[in-house]
Each structure stands twice: as structure tokens, then as C-alpha cells.
């Protein structure tokens, strides 16, 4: 029995169309469309930075409508303690080579230049550095001399604890001088001075406080070592150890004791200027610091709404207290 089998015919697939299609797939992509909230913080992030440089810039000349000192007021006012200090070894200025810009002809020119160099204010600089310096080792001789006031026969009582004090004080003054001689060479107290920006106000007041104070260090260091050269001319021997390394380690003569007391109490008065007029300055500058704190503060009080709320420009605010 046969049996009839049907073949149906197998047709290929169409392989065009399927390729097709899938291309016109993958080239059809979504657009995207950007928000009007995006815009508006790309257009707020530009401003940003332009809106801060014009806040700086109005910090920078001023502070609540009340405008800046200009450059070297400050140093100006304070020129009665900085002369002081000069002769103590304590201030210089020191010319800055990079300050100048490629571009200047003084700076190009080497004939300008060896002139700018010799000009009466560069030579007075170079003189008060050199000054200084000779000052500092002086300085830190007498603090190594005064090293030597201790000896085998010190025994524990009043006598020790003089020597002890004495040593101590001596070697403060030192630091004192490297810290103030550090600062004048590396510039930092020049640039405080010059470019702190500072209110009128302040100028005027750190003029007369800077001036005060000079008057009463003057004052107090002529009454001092008046009274103590007398007491120390009047003094037994027991006080001759500022004389050191003499009479604690090298025998000295009766004849020649005056002078070496003489020359033993220069070195032991010379550490009063310097204390005196480092803490002078210490005053000056808090005082600057104080009032400028004081003054935000008290403009701050007046920018508060009632009900708490501030009605300034709180970033001016913050600018000006980190400055």
C-alpha cells in the first residue's frame, strides 16, 4: 500500500527585510531635551565666580561703606615704636628681587639697575640688615656667655635662683631677636604692616597707642637701669656673676673689677630694649587685630533684621573675618 507523502515546499526567509529593520532600529535614537532647571544652574554656576570676584574686589576696597587705609599708612603711623626698634636691631626692610617684572627696563637695564642699587634708600637698607645682623650675634655671644654664671661652689638658695632667673631672661631675649630678625628678613612683618587692610580709624588709633607706648618703654627703661646701674654699683660681690665668665670661672683684680662691672652690666641691660620694645609691638598689634574683630562685630549687630533675620551680605562678612 503506498502512501502518498506531500512535500510542502520550504521557502527562505527574507533576510533583507529583518536587516532592515533592525537598522532603522538602532539609528532612531531618543532626543534628548535639556531642562530648564539644568540651564538655569549651568547659567548660575557662570555667575558664581563672577559675582565672588566682584564681592572681593568691594572687600578689598572697602568694608561696610567705610573705605581702606591705603598702602604704608599703617607703617606710617607707626614710625616712632619702628625707629625705636631700629636701633635696637629689630627692624629692617629687605629689598625684594622678585618683586619686579620681566618686562621693566630698570630690571632689564643692568647700568639702571647698579643705579637703582645705589640710590640712599637701598644703601640705608643694606646698613640696617647689616646692623641687625651684627646685632643678633652679639645677642646670642651674651647668651652664651651668660651660660657661664653657674659654677661647682652655687649652693641651693637665693644666689642660684638669681643666676637661674637671669639665664633665663637673657636667653628670651635672644629668641626674641632671631624671631623679630626671621620676620624683617623673610618680610613678614613689612607685608603685615603695609598690606593689612585696616579701616582710617584704626590707622589713627594704632598711631597713638603705638605712640603712647613708646613714650612709657622710653620712660621706663631710662628709670630702670638708672636705679639698677646704682644698686649694682652699690651691690657686694655677691652679684658679680652678670660678669660671667669672670670672677665665676676667671679671677679678676681689685683694680680691675669697676671695669669689668662696667662693661658686665652693658651686657646684662641690653636685653631690657629688646623685651620692652617686642612687647610693644605685641600690644600695637593686638590692638589692630582687636579693634578690626570689634568692628565687624558691632556691623554684624547692625545687618540683624528684627526677628533674626540678616539683612547684609553674609559673604563679605565671612571674607572679612578670614582676612
Keep these: 500500500m503506498h502512501r502518498n507523502f506531500k512535500m510542502t515546499a520550504v521557502h527562505p526567509l527574507s533576510r533583507f527585510n529583518i536587516m532592515t529593520k533592525s537598522t532603522r532600529v538602532s539609528r532612531r ?3 534628548r531635551s535639556m531642562s530648564v532647571d539644568a540651564v538655569n544652574s549651568v547659567v548660575s554656576d557662570v555667575s558664581e565666580p563672577k559675582q565672588h570676584s566682584e564681592e572681593v574686589h568691594s572687600e578689598e576696597a572697602g568694608f561696610c561703606g567705610e ?7 599703617m607703617l606710617s603711623s607707626l614710625s616712632p615704636l619702628l625707629f625705636s626698634m631700629k636701633l ?9 628681587r622678585h618683586r619686579r617684572r620681566a618686562d621693566d627696563p630698570e630690571w632689564s637695564n643692568p647700568a639702571a639697575a647698579a643705579a637703582a642699587a645705589t640710590t640712599p634708600g637701598a644703601s640705608s637698607t643694606r646698613l640696617l640688615r647689616a ?24 649652693r641651693f638658695g637665693a644666689i642660684l635662683f638669681m643666676k637661674m632667673t637671669v639665664f633665663t631672661w637673657i636667653g628670651l631675649t635672644a629668641l626674641m631677636q632671631t624671631a623679630y630678625y626671621h620676620a624683617n628678613h623673610t618680610g613678614q612683618l613689612l607685608k603685615i604692616l603695609r598690606k593689612l587692610p585696616v579701616t582710617q580709624d584704626c590707622v589713627r588709633g594704632a598711631g597713638r597707642y603705638a605712640t603712647f607706648l613708646t613714650a612709657f618703654t622710653w620712660t621706663v627703661l631710662v628709670v630702670d ?7 649694682f654699683a652699690k651691690s657686694n660681690a655677691d652679684h658679680d656673676f652678670i660678669l660671667a665668665p669672670f670672677v665665676t670661672h676667671i679671677p679678676v683684680s681689685d683694680d680691675a673689677i669697676k671695669i669689668a662691672r662696667i662693661f658686665g652690666y652693658l651686657g646684662y641691660a641690653s636685653a631690657f630694649p629688646v623685651i620692652f620694645f617686642a612687647h610693644a609691638m605685641t600690644n600695637v598689634m593686638v590692638y589692630i587685630f582687636y579693634s578690626q574683630f570689634k568692628k565687624v562685630k558691632k556691623n554684624f549687630r547692625r545687618a540683624l533684621l528684627e526677628g533674626g533675620q540678616f539683612g547684609g551680605n553674609l559673604s563679605l562678612f565671612r571674607l572679612r573675618h578670614h582676612r
Excluded at 651668660?146 to 659654677?151: D, E, G, H, P
Excluded at 637701669?225 to 644698686?231: D, V
Design 67 to 73: 573705605p581702606f587705609a591705603d598702602d604704608g599708612e
Design 88 to 96: 635696637c636691631g629689630m627692624y629692617f626692610q629687605r629689598g625684594d
Design 131 to 154: 646692623y641687625a645682623t651684627v646685632v643678633l650675634i652679639l645677642v646670642w655671644l651674651n647668651a652664651v656667655r651668660f651660660a657661664s654664671v653657674f659654677s661647682r661652689s652655687d
Design 29 to 31: 535614537r531618543p532626543r
Design 225 to 231: 637701669l638708672s636705679l639698677g646701674a646704682y644698686f
